[in-house]
């Protein structure tokens, strides 16, 4: 591997990514005029009424597939930018000829330009009458707000808006604050005043769409893009575009900043027909998200389209393991095989690439744990005789291939098999699995990390790795600094070592996880993954992968001696999506309340954690869900909300208070706090309302051995049906190097 001269030029060609470009620039000279939206002068409106015109004359930032109106549907208004706090809001309203507004104030100030088509604003003088119930208006002026003209409204000005002409129209509407920050505004009757009362937000505010051709086309294009499935992980499992990363959006505040990080990155968000992601959308935008579109019609759409549909989590990782298999002929042995040997005493080494908390759940009774990216960094200590048979194992199939794949890659003496179907097909042929086991990770050598590091080096110059040095990697830091591309660091080795000292900012992915669930950790394709290398070993074998699989330029950075570290494990940064502090209670106030009948919790991470541990008498709920079990409950009842750590609801609880209007609160410290106060705490699936909408549901989960077996052979046969899956997607990005032909 050679040191990389790195460029940092990134000019998108695609519209949204250009339309957000000048609307960020639009904002930011509307922040310069105007840096008080609440005291705004007639000169500064002017002025930036000016730039508004501007930014409307670039009619093909605007095509009208993006803000589609209908007979249906034949006024619509589309967010296209709003500031924290509701500040500086700017939206499209787009709508058919003859769409009209009657007599209305904003109670802020208001500027609206043209885009296309004629919308015909006249202004009212407002006089009271003798009845305090009603004012009478008198039309003032009229002007005609087409591409190139624009009118300012201050915060007591009264106007109505009406399409004129044959032409559908596109106008830029910009508020000093959001459309549903406007409480006190009203609306006359009759054009000549009469009786007025407030009225709120549009119904539907929607976002920016991009058709699935559009989209398809846009996952190809050489750009960065990330595609956001905002339904629930179990929901999302069941049906789902290829390249979605599942990223709930009652949860977006936890996972955003780490799945897609650079806040200008072309984002599509996803949902099952459009009913979800537009909420999803105005959270983003909210949290600063500047380029946010919507697929029309959802992942029904997509199919519509005649695109493939997916099913199952972490798919591209998992379909990346059966292509490896097909196309690199990856040698296995079946579970008879494997028990024949270990019972007359072979000379065989077995290794589970699953990470250390999957080993101790369930493993084979003679397995040592090696997590995937462990495997070519230890296997001469397991496995130091050339004639021993190493096997490698996983639960199904996919960390299996990898495994032996990366040893066989790698050019180890040893002969290497994966174990066909895991512990999976152990269990099909009537054989039982040990439980709580741990085995030690031996360190290597001097003579056998240096065997390592050559098979390394080869394995990741052959696949394109690149290194970079300190001066690269700062080129790298900037670029993303200055949200011209993005980058994601990451922290290969095991959990021990990442918290004993890591370097600063850089986040942690055991590099078999990395590969398996590369969708779990960078959302964002065309994007850069840096990975630290400490050793010369583990982060170029997860980065020789990582190229492979595709969709991301891949390095390595080898971090100084004296580099300065961080210990301790990776922080969660948690957003807020809305103003103010959230209402906590300690476990012993939400137990006074229980106790009272003054209050009802609810668990809204995982079923998982919930079945394993829960507050006596809590229920668990997903959180786009649980609004319809608040309204069941009395109106005088709080809602307690918790999760295992407690940061979940730090987000949910002010949503949900917003949406319901409810008392809702969340318990400081989540369970974790509870069960540490030695309050009653359960286990079991008794209080769960939401079924598996939350997760994918594991076969290995059923009790009952029938349809356990029968959940083993339909995973089996989902799996080893992605390679036929992925040629009917087409263009994946996958490349392997060295496949047989």
Same mark, same amino acid.
């Given at each position: 591997?050679?040191?990389?001269?790195?460029?940092?030029?990134?000019?998108?060609?695609?519209?949204?990514?250009?339309?957000?470009?000048?609307?960020?620039?639009?904002?930011?000279?509307?922040?310069?005029?105007?840096?008080?939206?609440?005291?705004?002068?007639?000169?500064? /409106?002017?002025?930036?009424?000016?730039?508004?015109?501007?930014?409307?004359?670039?009619?093909?930032?605007?095509?009208?597939?993006?803000?589609?109106?209908?007979?249906?549907?034949?006024?619509?208004?589309?967010?296209?930018?709003?500031?924290?706090? =509701?500040?500086?809001? /700017?939206?499209?309203?787009?709508?058919?000829?003859?769409?009209?507004?009657?007599?209305?104030?904003?109670?802020?100030?208001?500027?609206?330009?043209?885009?296309?088509?004629?919308?015909?604003?006249?202004?009212?003088?407002?006089?009271?009458?003798?009845?305090?119930?009603?004012?009478?208006?008198?039309?003032?002026?009229?002007?005609?707000?087409?591409?190139?003209?624009?009118?300012?409204?201050?915060?007591?000005?009264?106007?109505?808006?009406?399409?004129?002409?044959?032409?559908?129209?596109?106008?830029?509407?910009?508020?000093?604050?959001?459309?549903?920050?406007?409480?006190?505004?009203?609306?006359?009757?009759?054009?000549? =005043?009469?009786?007025?009362?407030?009225?709120?937000?549009?119904?539907?505010?929607?976002?920016?769409?991009?058709?699935?051709?559009?989209?398809?086309?846009?996952?190809?294009?050489?750009?960065?893009?990330?595609?956001?499935?905002?339904?629930?992980?179990?929901?999302?499992?069941?049906?789902?575009?290829?390249?979605?990363?599942?990223?709930?959006?009652?949860?977006?505040?936890?996972?955003?900043?780490?799945?897609?990080?650079?806040?200008?990155?072309?984002?599509?968000?996803?949902?099952?027909?459009?009913?979800?992601?537009?909420?999803?959308?105005?959270?983003?935008?909210?949290?600063?998200?500047?380029?946010?579109?919507?697929?029309?019609?959802?992942?029904?759409?997509?199919?519509?389209?005649?695109?493939?549909?997916?099913?199952?989590?972490?798919?591209?990782?998992?379909?990346?393991?059966?292509?490896?298999?097909?196309?690199?002929?990856?040698?296995?042995?079946?579970?008879?095989?494997?028990?024949?040997?270990?019972?007359?005493?072979?000379?065989?080494?077995?290794?589970?690439?699953?990470? $250390?908390?999957?080993?101790?759940?369930?493993?084979?009774?003679?397995?040592?744990?090696?997590?995937? +990216?462990?495997?070519?960094?230890?296997?001469?200590?397991?496995? $130091?005789?050339?004639?021993?048979?190493?096997?490698?194992?996983?639960?199904?199939?996919?960390?299996?291939?990898?495994?032996?794949?990366?040893?066989?890659?790698?050019?180890?003496?040893?002969?290497?098999?994966?174990?066909?179907?895991?512990?999976?097909?152990?269990?099909?042929?009537?054989?039982?699995?040990?439980?709580?086991?741990?085995?030690?990770?031996?360190?290597?050598?001097?003579?056998?990390?240096?065997? %390592?590091?050559?098979?390394?080096?080869?394995?990741?110059?052959?696949?394109?790795?690149?290194?970079?040095?300190?001066?690269?990697?700062? !080129?790298?830091?900037?670029?993303?600094?200055?949200?011209?591309?993005?980058?994601?660091?990451?922290?290969?080795?095991?959990?021990?070592?990442?918290?004993?000292?890591?370097?600063?900012?850089?986040?942690?992915?055991?590099? =078999?996880?990395?590969?398996? %669930?590369?969708?779990?950790?960078?959302?964002?394709?065309?994007?850069?993954?840096?990975? +630290?290398?400490?050793?010369?070993?583990?982060?170029?074998?997860?980065?020789?992968?990582?190229?492979?699989? =595709?969709?991301?330029?891949?390095?390595?950075?080898?971090?100084?001696?004296?580099?300065?570290?961080?210990?301790?494990?990776?922080?969660?940064?948690?957003?807020?999506?809305? +103003?103010?502090?959230?209402?906590?209670?300690?476990?012993?106030? +939400?137990?006074?309340?229980?106790?009272?009948?003054?209050?009802?919790?609810?668990?809204?991470?995982? !079923?998982?954690?919930?079945?394993?541990?829960?507050?006596?008498?809590?229920?668990?709920?997903?959180?786009?869900?649980?609004?319809?079990?608040?309204?069941?409950?009395?109106?005088?009842?709080?809602?307690?909300?918790?999760?295992?750590?407690?940061?979940?609801?730090?987000?949910?609880? $002010?949503? /949900?208070?917003?949406?319901?209007?409810?008392?809702?609160?969340?318990? %400081?410290?989540?369970?974790?706090?509870?069960?540490?106060?030695?309050? $009653?705490?359960?286990?079991?699936?008794?209080?769960?309302?939401?079924?598996?909408?939350?997760?994918?549901?594991?076969?290995?989960?059923?009790?009952?051995?029938?349809?356990?077996? %029968?959940?083993?052979?339909?995973?089996?046969?989902?799996?080893?049906? /992605?390679?036929?899956?992925?040629?009917?997607?087409?263009?994946?990005?996958?490349?392997?190097?060295?496949?047989?032909?």
């Amino acid at each position: 591997m050679t040191q990389t001269s790195l460029s940092l030029d990134f000019s998108g060609s695609d519209v949204a990514s250009r339309r957000a470009a000048a609307v960020a620039a639009f904002i930011a000279t509307a922040r310069r005029l105007i840096p008080d939206p609440e005291a705004a002068t007639p000169d500064q /409106l002017r002025a930036v009424a000016a730039a508004l015109e501007q930014l409307g004359r670039q009619r093909d930032l605007f095509p009208a597939e993006h803000f589609p109106v209908s007979e249906d549907n034949p006024a619509q208004v589309y967010r296209l930018s709003e500031e924290p706090g =509701g500040r500086h809001a /700017l939206y499209v309203s787009a709508g058919l000829p003859g769409k009209a507004q009657p007599p209305h104030d904003h109670t802020t100030w208001a500027i609206i330009a043209g885009i296309s088509g004629n919308e015909r604003n006249v202004f009212y003088e407002r006089s009271p009458t003798a009845d305090p119930a009603r004012d009478a208006l008198a039309a003032e002026k009229t002007v005609d707000v087409v591409p190139g003209v624009s009118v300012q409204l201050s915060p007591t000005d009264v106007h109505t808006i009406e399409l004129v002409g044959d032409e559908p129209g596109l106008h830029l509407h910009f508020y000093g604050r959001a459309l549903d920050r406007m409480p006190g505004r009203v609306v006359f009757e009759t054009r000549e =005043g009469g009786t007025y009362r407030t009225f709120g937000p549009p119904k539907s505010i929607r976002h920016a769409l991009v058709t699935s051709q559009a989209l398809k086309a846009a996952l190809h294009d050489g750009e960065e893009i990330a595609v956001l499935d905002v339904r629930e992980t179990g929901v999302f499992a069941h049906r789902h575009i290829l390249f979605a990363a599942s990223a709930p959006a009652w949860r977006l505040e936890l996972l955003i900043d780490r799945l897609v990080p650079c806040r200008g990155t072309r984002t599509v968000l996803v949902d099952g027909d459009e009913t979800l992601a537009h909420e999803a959308a105005a959270k983003l935008v909210r949290l600063g998200w500047r380029n946010v579109s919507v697929l029309a019609g959802g992942t029904d759409g997509w199919a519509a389209a005649g695109y493939e549909i997916f099913s199952g989590t972490n798919v591209p990782g998992k379909a990346f393991g059966e292509v490896i298999e097909h196309e690199k002929h990856t040698p296995w042995i079946d579970a008879g095989e494997l028990h024949e040997r270990i019972a007359r005493g072979d000379d065989i080494v077995v290794v589970d690439s699953r990470t $250390p908390e999957e080993f101790a759940a369930f493993s084979l009774p003679f397995a040592h744990s090696v997590p995937g +990216a462990e495997l070519v960094y230890r296997i001469g200590e397991l496995a $130091p005789d050339p004639g021993t048979f190493v096997v490698v194992n996983c639960a199904g199939r996919t960390r299996s291939i990898v495994g032996a794949q990366t040893l066989i890659d790698a050019g180890i003496p040893n002969r290497v098999a994966s174990l066909r179907n895991g512990t999976m097909d152990w269990l099909l042929t009537g054989r039982t699995l040990a439980h709580g086991r741990s085995t030690p990770l031996p360190e290597p050598s001097p003579g056998t990390l240096a065997a %390592a590091r050559e098979r390394a080096a080869a394995v990741a110059q052959g696949a394109g790795v690149q290194r970079i040095d300190a001066a690269g990697l700062a !080129r790298l830091e900037a670029a993303a600094q200055s949200q011209e591309r993005t980058l994601y660091r990451f922290d290969v080795r095991t959990r021990e070592e990442y918290e004993a000292g890591h370097l600063e900012g850089w986040r942690w992915a055991p590099g =078999g996880q990395l590969v398996q %669930a590369t969708d779990e950790y960078a959302a964002t394709r065309g994007a850069r993954i840096v990975l +630290a290398d400490w050793d010369g070993v583990r982060a170029l074998t997860t980065g020789a992968w990582l190229a492979q699989l =595709g969709g991301h330029e891949v390095f390595v950075f080898a971090p100084p001696p004296l580099a300065t570290l961080e210990t301790g494990p990776e922080p969660v940064r948690v957003l807020a999506s809305h +103003a103010g502090p959230v209402p906590l209670v300690s476990p012993q106030q +939400a137990r006074a309340l229980l106790e009272q009948g003054r209050a009802a919790v609810f668990d809204v991470d995982r !079923r998982a954690a919930f079945e394993r541990q829960h507050i006596a008498g809590a229920r668990f709920a997903v959180p786009d869900r649980l609004a319809a079990f608040v309204a069941d409950l009395p109106a005088g009842q709080a809602v307690l909300l918790t999760s295992p750590d407690g940061l979940l609801p730090r987000t949910v609880a $002010p949503e /949900l208070a917003a949406r319901t209007g409810r008392d809702v609160r969340a318990i %400081a410290g989540g369970t974790a706090a509870w069960a540490a106060a030695g309050l $009653p705490v359960e286990a079991g699936d008794a209080g769960v309302l939401t079924g598996d909408d939350d997760h994918w549901y594991s076969p290995y989960a059923h009790r009952d051995l029938h349809l356990r077996d %029968a959940g083993f052979r339909a995973y089996l046969d989902w799996e080893l049906g /992605l390679v036929a899956q992925l040629e009917r997607e087409g263009q994946t990005g996958i490349r392997l190097v060295g496949a047989a032909a």
